[in-house]
T-cell receptor
Framework: EAGVTQFPSHSVIEKGQTVTLRCDPI?????LYWYRRVMGKEIKFLLH????????ESGMPNNRFLAERTGGTYSTLKVQPAELEDSGVYFC?????????????FGNGTRLTVT | GQQVMQIPQYQHVQEGEDFTTYCNSS?????IQWYKQRPGGHPVFLIQ?????EVKKQKRLTFQFGEAKKNSSLHITATQTTDVGTYFC?????????FGAGTRLTVKP
């Protein structure tokens, strides 16, 4: 089976610009998660979709971040306007079952650099 | 809120030496998962521990879950160069999963 794919793999933008990250989960996985890792820090939870619904968005840092999952398939994460502290690696993960007992399948991540 | 602390942050060993990373939670966990991220790669699920005092083995890797379900460890016996990467623990409590900062392991041949 194809794994979780993320696009782009790298993005370098200037402060104030907009960036949209995309994640295609494993086919059939209803659960989709976004995480962010800043160098040397923990993998921090951003939000969780179940199909097209936001199950938990408590980790979203502020209203500059907007995540969508129209149709319950792929998801996008938009950062507008980007700030320097938004730099990091954004991981998407999916799982077939809801609940924190389900192992997560991660994508390769998008490395975002805001200059 | 729940916090998961992981130590050490870095560990450099000679090939053949043992390695251990420790994970501690501020709250009691329902389960803990371990992931490995190879350089340039993404986190890959290794194992999940659920029961108090549980011990699981995968070849040279031994995973333990503390009796109080607040700490866990991953021990690698006789490290090999293929073990290099960052090892993350992820603790779950009440539908809330938190990752540690990871332990980056390097192995000198």
């Amino acid at each position: 089976e194809a794994g979780v794919t993320q696009f782009p793999s790298h993005s370098v933008i200037e402060k104030g610009q907009t960036v949209t990250l995309r994640c295609d989960p494993i086919s059939g996985h209803d659960n989709l998660y976004w995480y962010r890792r800043v160098m040397g820090k923990e993998i921090k939870f951003l939000l969780h979709f179940v199909k097209e619904s936001k199950q938990d968005e408590s980790g979203m840092p502020n209203n500059r971040f907007l995540a969508e999952r129209t149709g319950g398939t792929y998801s996008t994460l938009k950062v507008q306007p980007a700030e320097l502290e938004d730099s990091g690696v954004y991981f998407c993960a999916s799982s077939p079952r809801t609940g924190r007992n389900s192992p997560l399948h991660f994508g390769n991540g998008t490395r975002l650099t805001v200059t | 809120g729940q916090q998961v602390m992981q130590i050490p942050q870095y560990q450099h060993v000679q090939e053949g030496e043992d390695f251990t990373t420790y994970c501690n939670s501020s709250t009691t966990l329902s389960n803990i998962q371990w992931y490995k991220q190879r350089p340039g790669g993404h986190p890959v699920f290794l194992i999940q521990l659920v029961k108090s005092g549980e011990v699981k083995k995968q070849k040279r890797l031994t995973f333990q879950f503390g009796e109080a379900k607040k700490n866990s460890s991953l021990h690698i016996t006789a490290t090999q160069t293929t073990d290099v990467g960052t090892y993350f623990c992820a603790g779950s409590n009440n539908n809330d999963m938190r990752f540690g900062a990871g332990t980056r392991l390097t192995v000198k041949p």
